[in-house]
């Protein structure tokens, strides 16, 4: 069975720095791209990042761009999303996401959510 | 950026009823239009890609069309289950993909 499941949230300091893992399961994983989104407290869902199947092609919000970065461990089936500089602004459930067959991402994780606050 | 403009921002309607939720892209997007539903505490959930294809297990009953840059979600036989946040995206100019800001169904 297809599956992502995020790590890593919890409550960041202003300022400080976040790391956030998405390991995949059940599909090709070194085969698809991925995509992170995210989503503030009682809000719709925003784009984040965009990472190409090697990581070497990857894209970013214009707003984000220069604090947040995207990586991948294709070994480790896993995709990672680091922030630097965080506001709080950044607090969200941020979600990681593929699309397998489908033109559109069908394959979600649940979510981990990031509170940024003193 | 495209904007995408979703409307009603609300709407509800009864059992077994016709519903038609809009969006409407700020400049030309193709069919790069995606629908998803969303239920409170959970994450997304894609019903409509390519402005009309559905995607895999999703019942007959949600329908997506295009006439221009003009997205319609149709959702026939509502049940109660279909109350949720209804979300369209575009993914044709990208980066950055968008999304339109919500409409919240209420099925009662």
């Known amino acids: 069975q297809e599956q992502l499941v995020e790590s890593g949230g919890g409550m960041v300091q202003p300022g400080g720095s976040f790391r956030l893992s998405c390991v995949g399961s059940?599909?090709?994983?070194?085969?698809?791209?991925f995509h992170w989104f995210r989503q503030p407290p009682g809000k719709g869902l925003e784009w984040v990042a965009f990472?190409?199947?090697?990581?070497?092609?990857?894209s970013y919000a214009d707003s984000l761009r220069g604090r947040f970065v995207v990586s991948r461990d294709n070994d480790k089936k896993t995709v990672f999303l680091e922030a630097s500089g965080v506001r709080p602004d950044d607090s969200a459930v941020y979600y990681c996401?593929?699309?397998?067959?489908?033109?559109?991402?069908?394959?979600w994780g649940p979510g981990t959510t990031i509170a940024v606050s003193s | 950026d495209t904007v995408m403009t979703q409307s009603p921002a609300t709407l509800s309607a009864s059992p077994g009823e016709r519903v038609t939720l809009s969006c409407r892209a700020s400049?030309?997007?193709?069919?790069?239009v995606a629908w998803y539903v969303q239920k409170f505490g959970q994450s997304p959930k894609l019903l409509i890609y390519?402005?009309?294809a559905r995607a895999p297990g999703v019942p007959a009953r949600f329908r997506g069309s295009v006439s221009g840059t003009d997205f319609t979600l149709t959702i026939t036989s509502l049940q109660s289950e279909d109350s949720a946040i209804y979300y369209c995206?575009?993914?044709?100019?990208?980066?950055?993909?968008?999304f339109g800001q919500g409409t919240r169904l209420d099925v009662k």
């Open positions: 995206q575009q993914y044709n100019n990208w980066p950055p993909i968008t």
């Open positions: 400049e030309s997007v193709g069919t790069g």
């Open positions: 390519g402005a009309s």
């Open positions: 059940g599909f090709h994983f070194s085969g698809n791209t």
């Open positions: 990472l190409w199947y090697d990581g070497t092609m990857n």
């Open positions: 996401a593929t699309n397998i067959i489908t033109q559109a991402c069908n394959l």
